[in-house]
């Protein structure tokens, strides 16, 4: 499913001059596809359950129906977060995210609506291949030719709320398409053993075909949108969330088994040193920083598109950050790595595949925590001092954090979430990271540089900092090395 896309990623990494990049041949997909083989044949299987029913095209279809729902609904949640936040901010008071409902429910989309785009991605892409695979019966290529034409055709809604629900959806697809097209050139003269799967040029011409059309011409637009629907979307997700359908059984159920952070790892630190451990010291919430003294991190990387644009801001305003990488992207993206490496910036790990750890089996732990860390190790040229778990799941869970300070490395929480998955307006990311900087005073900022909206708001909230500057609430960035050792007594 991941393959290289060489003309789009060279001509925007062109556009950063201060960087280069390997050849594009050397430029794989951004896409997060099946983290293993074991998922792509249960996604197989789902596939052909589907394609079996009595009524496949609703049940294709549906995804994206759920994919909307899960979307305004976050949208809620996200308003009732930001107004405990203005709450907190007016009594002096933190919002611990441990027993903010809202937030809890917010991790829980998250994940639902990162799966549900794995198996969504990986539907239209098998839609595609079937409809072309001329070993199969006619009727199943029609089947699969319909239901993906109709498919495409909801994504393409002139709905500006289904616009705005699907637009990253889209551009993940798009991306997968036209990322098999290219190896499929590159392929098909080669090895002709292949024959049966890969695609003639006039099936590559089809594909062009299939790709979902961009909703909004450019990000003003799109923001324009958000902007102005945004009510209208939390009106819908509040009627969706009082249906007491599956989707609400699920996201309740799975919000109230959700622990993110154990009862030790809330205790102050100040008076500990850090090290890997399955205590509090071995967890970092920034609750032992220096007053003023924050962190700024980035999970999910890297990213062929918006890593490069993160790494130029971070250089031009003189700030050093830690990036939480996923070891499937690192292996990818050797040359963004490197690039970020000699930029003095500091690269951790953040898993194999962003799975949820705590539904794991050890087999599987294994190869998200321990294998992981040997690329990562391999990559940077030094093995990784820190570990994020995905969605934060996983903190509290005690066989997984023996794994994580088996491994040597501390696990790193935060305590300023901005979202930024789910907001697509910069403008009220900062706020809502302000909001809970100014609430703290002192911790770990999270951000992804993984979505457009993250580059502008990191950097506009970098800005705001730098307007402190001179006052009583002057801002230290530092990396997590940085701040570790000198709280360690490393460094003076």
């Known amino acids: 499913m991941r393959l290289t896309c060489p003309l789009i990623l060279t001509l925007i990494l062109s556009s950063c001059s201060t960087y280069k990049v390997q050849g594009p041949s050397q430029i794989p997909s951004t896409e997060r596809g099946p983290s293993s083989f074991n998922e792509e044949v249960n996604f197989n299987k789902n596939f052909e359950a589907m394609m079996d029913s009595q009524d496949p095209e609703k049940e294709f279809l549906d995804y994206l129906t759920r994919t909307k729902s899960l979307y305004v609904r976050a ?8 107004h405990e936040l203005d709450e907190a901010v007016a009594s002096n008071n933190s919002v ?71 637009d990253g959806l889209k551009s993940k697809i798009a991306s997968a398409m036209r990322e098999r097209r290219g190896i499929a050139n590159k392929t098909s003269s080669k090895d002709q053993g292949y024959a049966s799967t890969i695609h003639s040029i006039a099936q590559i011409e089809q594909d062009a075909a299939e790709l979902p059309v961009k909703s909004f011409v450019d990000d003003h637009e799109k923001l324009s949108a958000v902007r102005h629907y945004r009510e209208k979307m939390r009106e819908m997700g509040k009627v969706e969330q009082e249906s007491n359908d599956e989707l609400t059984q699920k996201i309740d159920s799975d919000t109230e088994k959700l622990q993110m952070v154990d009862a030790s790892g809330r205790e102050p630190q100040s008076v500990l040193k850090l090290y890997p451990s399955t205590t509090s010291s071995g967890n970092i919430l920034g609750l032992s920083f220096p007053k003023n003294v924050w962190a700024l991190t980035y999970d999910d990387g890297p990213n062929p598109i918006y890593t490069p644009q993160i790494l130029k801001n971070l250089e031009e305003l003189g700030i050093k950050a830690t990036f939480f990488w996923l070891a499937e992207n690192v292996v990818r993206y050797k040359s963004i790595v490197d690039m970020v490496g000699e930029q003095g910036m500091a690269r951790e790990n953040h898993s194999w595949s962003h799975p949820q750890l705590p539904k794991l089996s050890a087999e599987k732990l294994q190869k998200e925590i321990v294998q992981s860390t040997e690329v990562d190790a391999k990559a940077y040229g030094e093995k990784p001092r820190f570990f994020r778990c995905p969605y934060g799941a996983g903190n509290a869970v005690p066989r997984i954090r023996q794994m994580i300070a088996n491994q040597g490395m501390i696990h790193v929480f935060w305590n300023v979430d901005t979202l930024d998955w789910q907001d697509k307006d910069p403008d009220s990311i900062v706020a809502r990271a302000q909001k809970q900087m100014k609430a703290n005073g002192r911790g770990v900022v999270l951000f992804h540089d993984v979505h457009p909206q993250s580059v502008v708001a990191s950097k506009k909230l970098v ?21 570790v050792d000198e709280l360690n007594g490393a460094k003076k």
């Open 96 to 166: 611990v995210f441990e027993n903010s409902k809202n937030y809890k429910k917010l991790i829980v989309m998250w994940n639902l609506g990162h799966r549900l785009e794995d198996k969504i991605i990986f539907n239209y892409l098998k839609l595609s291949d079937v409809s072309h695979d001329k070993s199969l019966p006619v009727e199943k290529r029609a089947m699969a030719k319909d239901i993906l034409f109709k498919f495409k055709g909801k994504l393409e809604s002139k709905d500006p709320m289904e616009q705005i629900a699907f």
């Open 463 to 483: 800005e705001w900092s730098k307007n402190l500057k001179g006052t009583e609430n002057e801002i230290r960035w530092v990396t997590l090395p940085e701040i």
């Open 75 to 82: 949208e809620v949640n996200l308003a009732d977060f930001d």
